[in-house]
């Protein structure tokens, strides 16, 4: 795929729906043209489910959209390594806890790879993080927010009054007071949590001002983003089963620990259900990624369909909707093929020809648009087929030449950069690079520059580009888009 930049967008407006007063807001980030985007990551006590990774791919469509705009991101990504699950997975596995989540952070990684999610810029693990999360702890008893309670340390929420801001739950109709040592719980439970467990026989546990123990789960977000983002910072995202509590504690820790707002956007991805219901072991609807590879070894379609629902819609994952999304796949990806042909055939200009610049320009502008418009992949998707229509249409028709044909690549690329559903360009060995090179400094010789020019292109389509120096013909791959 050639290269293409499209205009910068960088340091405009992003649309996107803030759960943080449940509206629309026309976002431009702290700094210019600078994200700090914060996604949580898995709890890594076993392999993800098709849900968690509709959330994943969710948050690299929003990463790889703003980097498309030409803003810079820094995407920090936690990998939860010491809570209630993972502890109880290691005792009930009779291993370590480091030598338990160790196996699930590969599968983990295996999973967003195979579905080509791009990596953040850092993945921080919590038992990595510990000091920082006893500094806010600690931050949080100074400023009054925290008790203690037999060896562990609660937050206390009648101490911030704006507790509930992001769920939207109603204070005054809780029982305050009481409180939960559990990392997760339900909004009928809104009560004190946990920032520092006291530790139990047979736990992994820190030295701590309050004793041996070791954080709650809220407590490491808050510490893991604010360390590589800064106190305050742009987006932090999440499935909405994350708005409560986690979210809510989080936002509660952060500001009541440094006194100042902690996000300014806050976006959750729905749940995907499948064939209409909730996903669950006992109904034997649940899905990993190796489940449904094992059916339909085609991690693209899989990929498609996750980002072609917008996210904050619900998902009906089923056989049929894969199917369909296998088959949108392949509708762009032998619509590359075609264009490709065109390009390396190497048809010249002539008058009545499909007017791709145009085309293409139309079309960039509409995907864009759409993506702009709070991740709206639908409105993206139909612009790219109305566009691949067009192009097929005037491949069929004969009206499509070689640089017609690259605009088309570049366009497609374009909308590849986010979609991310393209087979990679094939690693091309130096030594058949190196042969096309004698090749066409032959051509040159008899000066046959037709040729030689036809030998260039071809290694331009393969993303290999030709330097004449002096000392010679050098070669090197394009920059990676
Ligand atoms: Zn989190």
């Known amino acids: 795929m ?33 994200y700090r985007l914060y996604t949580c990551g898995p709890t890594v006590y076993n392999v993800v489910h098709i849900g968690n990774l509709r959330t994943f791919v969710f948050e690299d469509v929003l990463r790889r959209h703003l980097l498309a705009r030409g803003d810079r991101v820094t995407q920090v990504m936690n990998l939860t390594d010491v809570d209630d ?64 309670s037999e060896g562990s340390v609660y937050f206390r929420i009648a101490t911030f009054p704006e507790y509930g801001k992001l769920s939207g739950i109603d204070l005054k109709q ?29 736990e992994t546990s820190w030295p701590s001002p309050w004793g041996e123990g070791r954080p709650g789960w809220h ?58 219901e909730k996903m669950s072991k006992s109904k034997g609807n649940f899905y990993t990624l190796d489940d449904v590879l094992a059916r339909r070894d085609d991690p693209a379609a899989v990929r498609y369909l996750l980002l072609s629902v917008p996210y904050r819609k619900k998902l009906n994952f ?10 949108a796949v392949e509708r762009i990806r032998s619509a590359a093929v075609r264009i490709s042909e065109v390009v390396s055939a190497g048809t010249p200009a002539k008058p009545g020809a499909f007017p791709a610049e145009q085309r293409a320009a139309l079309f960039r502008s509409e995907f864009a648009s759409g993506m702009d418009d709070d991740l709206n992949t639908p409105e993206a998707l139909a612009a790219l087929f109305n566009f691949l229509r067009q192009v097929n249409a005037a491949i ?47 051509a040159r010789r008899r000066r046959d520059f037709a040729e030689a020019d036809r030998i260039r292109d071809e290694l331009s389509a393969r993303g290999i580009v030709l330097e004449d120096t002096p000392g010679g013909t050098r070669w090197k791959k394009a920059s990676a888009v």
């Open 2 to 34: 050639e290269e293409d930049r499209a205009p910068s967008r960088a340091g405009g407006l992003v649309r996107l729906h803030n759960t943080l007063g449940r509206r629309i807001v026309d976002y431009a980030p702290l700094e210019t043209g600078h």
């Open 396 to 442: 069929d028709e004969g009206s499509l030449d070689s640089d017609g044909a690259r605009v088309a690549e570049g366009a497609l690329g374009f909308a590849d950069r986010v979609l991310g559903v393209l087979p990679k360009a094939p690693e091309v060995l130096p030594a058949e690079i190196e042969e096309r090179i004698f090749a066409r400094n032959d």
């Open 174 to 202: 809780t029982r305050r007071g009481e409180r939960v040592a559990d990392d997760e719980y339900e909004k009928e439970d809104v009560k004190d949590f946990a920032l520092w467990k006291a530790a139990k026989p047979g």
């Open 318 to 327: 089923t056989w049929e909707t894969l199917a369909g999304a296998a088959a």
């Open 219 to 276: 407590v490491e977000c808050s510490a893991m983003s604010m360390k590589y983002l800064g106190e305050h910072f742009d987006i932090h995202t999440g499935a909405v089963d994350n708005i409560f509590p986690h979210h809510e504690n989080e936002i509660a820790q952060s500001e009541g620990a440094t006194g100042h707002r902690f996000v300014e956007v806050w976006l959750h991805a729905e749940h995907l259900v499948v064939d209409g």
């Open 85 to 148: 699950k993972t502890i109880r997975g290691a005792q009930e596995a009779g291993v370590s806890l480091t030598e338990f989540t160790a196996k699930y952070v590969d599968a983990f990684f295996r999973d967003i790879a195979r579905l080509n999610v791009d990596p953040a810029e850092r993945y921080p693990k919590a038992t990595d993080h510990v000091p920082e999360m006893i500094d806010i702890i600690h931050r949080l008893q100074e400023r009054g927010h925290t008790y203690e």
